[in-house]
């Protein structure tokens, strides 16, 4: 009778249990980008985030989509692609508003310290992804052409799958380069802090919660037995993450003088 009861009690706990999970897992991926987005707001400053996160969270939550139509997975994991896509678009939204904004600012203080009153003060030149300018990529004028690009690249990638969808060479593939690059997400952050020799802009809280996160996804998809790329891929990701987490601590108690860079202007900027 005790053994009844309790089982009565421990098969809703256990289902509480797992949907709390999955909601981790759908929702918990946008949560470190909430204090960067508040972040970039009220200072109204993107430079300290580098925008190519965001590249590379739409490619691989793209690709992972596509893996999902040869391979079928929890789709906890597939809606926490789509909820993931949307949040990565809106955060390019803001950083583009925010940087063009920016620059319109600082050509109207250089008049106004040249005391050049009376010409026109000049928008920054529009950069598009149609120019088709590797120098600028990922680094247009306006939102559209960010939609634009991933537009372009998820049709290019869904024709291509669709073709190949019987090949499980090719789906399996497709499945690591989506968690690969994934993983891969912290690198532009890490290499932009090394340009910079310092931290400032970027959220530690964010860069916390990207440890705290991919280390619970990665227990998830080791304990829900995911496809093996998915518990490979995400053990690198935690370790970018606190290679991230070292460069907060020795930018701050060892300051370091920023490099300076003579390159085209796009360099400094591409990150």
Same mark, same amino acid.
């Given at each position: 009778?005790?053994?009844?009861?309790?089982?009565?009690?421990?098969?809703?706990?256990?289902?509480?249990?797992?949907?709390?999970?999955?909601?981790?897992?759908?929702?918990?991926?946008?949560?470190?980008?909430?204090?960067?987005?508040?972040?970039?707001?009220?200072?109204?400053?993107?430079?300290?985030?580098?925008?190519?996160?965001?590249?590379?969270?739409?490619?691989?939550?793209?690709?992972?989509?596509?893996?999902?139509?040869?391979?079928?997975?929890?789709?906890?994991?597939?809606?926490?692609?789509?909820?993931?896509?949307?949040?990565?678009?809106?955060?390019?939204?803001?950083?583009?508003?925010?940087?063009?904004?920016?620059?319109?600012?600082?050509?109207?203080?250089?008049?106004?310290?040249?005391?050049?009153? #009376?010409?026109?003060?000049?928008?920054?030149?529009?950069?598009?992804?149609?120019?088709? #300018?590797?120098?600028?990529?990922?680094?247009?004028?306006?939102?559209?052409?960010?939609?634009?690009?991933?537009?372009?690249?998820?049709?290019?990638?869904?024709?291509?799958?669709?073709?190949?969808?019987?090949?499980?060479?090719?789906?399996?593939?497709?499945?690591?380069?989506?968690?690969?690059?994934?993983?891969?997400?912290?690198?532009?952050?890490?290499?932009?802090?090394?340009?910079?020799?310092?931290?400032?802009?970027?959220?530690?809280?964010?860069?916390?919660?990207?440890?705290?996160?991919?280390?619970?996804?990665?227990?998830?998809?080791?304990?829900?037995?995911?496809?093996?790329?998915?518990?490979?891929?995400?053990?690198?990701?935690?370790?970018? #993450?606190?290679?991230?987490?070292?460069?907060?601590?020795?930018?701050?108690?060892?300051?370091?003088?920023?490099?300076?860079?003579?390159?085209?202007?796009?360099?400094?900027?591409?990150?």
């Amino acid at each position: 009778m005790e053994a009844g009861g309790l089982e009565w009690l421990l098969v809703p706990m256990r289902q509480l249990v797992s949907w709390g999970a999955a909601g981790a897992m759908v929702f918990g991926g946008v949560v470190p980008y909430i204090p960067q987005y508040r972040d970039i707001r009220r200072t109204q400053n993107a430079e300290g985030f580098s925008t190519y996160v965001c590249l590379v969270l739409l490619v691989a939550n793209i690709l992972r989509i596509l893996f999902w139509f040869g391979r079928r997975f929890e789709s906890p994991l597939l809606w926490q692609s789509i909820i993931m896509i949307i949040t990565m678009l809106l955060m390019l939204k803001l950083c583009t508003e925010v940087r063009v904004s920016n620059e319109l600012n600082i050509k109207r203080r250089s008049f106004a310290a040249a005391d050049s009153k #009376d010409e026109e003060i000049k928008a920054p030149p529009k950069r598009s992804y149609l120019d088709f #300018d590797l120098n600028y990529f990922w680094h247009w004028s306006k939102f559209t052409d960010y939609v634009q690009c991933v537009l372009t690249f998820t049709g290019v990638t869904g024709y291509i799958t669709y073709l190949w969808l019987d090949s499980s060479l090719f789906v399996e593939t497709l499945g690591f380069l989506a968690v690969f690059t994934e993983a891969m997400l912290g690198v532009p952050q890490l290499y932009r802090n090394y340009q910079n020799r310092s931290t400032e802009g970027m959220s530690v809280k964010m860069v916390l919660m990207w440890t705290s996160g991919d280390t619970f996804k990665t227990v998830y998809f080791i304990l829900n037995q995911a496809p093996f790329q998915f518990s490979i891929c995400g053990l690198l990701q935690v370790f970018v #993450d606190i290679a991230i987490l070292l460069q907060v601590y020795l930018y701050s108690y060892y300051p370091q003088k920023p490099v300076s860079h003579t390159a085209h202007p796009a360099s400094t900027k591409a990150l």
